[in-house]
């Protein structure tokens, strides 16, 4: 599934530089993932790097975004245009 990052985030900028998607950047208030650019770094990494960083574990899977690693490999190959 996709990660989000609750309110809790203390806007600490690390995960941002960290996402190999650039799925991340400052919303309204706090940072935000774009669920159609996050492949929780599948294609990438074999965790998804923002989580590693994260100093407050604010970012979580995304409850109403369920996806399994095939999706997100499918993901990954559109947005690198992979087939």
Do not use: W
């Amino acid at each position: 599934m996709a990660l989000r990052i609750d309110e809790t985030c203390i806007n600490c900028d690390m995960c941002e530089p960290e996402c190999p998607n650039e799925a991340i950047a400052f919303g309204a208030e706090i940072y935000e993932i774009a669920a159609d650019k996050c492949t929780e770094c599948v294609g990438h990494y074999d965790e998804p790097q923002c989580t590693l960083v994260c100093p407050i574990d604010c970012i979580e899977p995304d409850p109403e975004l369920v996806e399994d690693k095939q999706v997100l490999q499918q993901k990954f190959n559109r947005i690198y245009q992979l087939s």
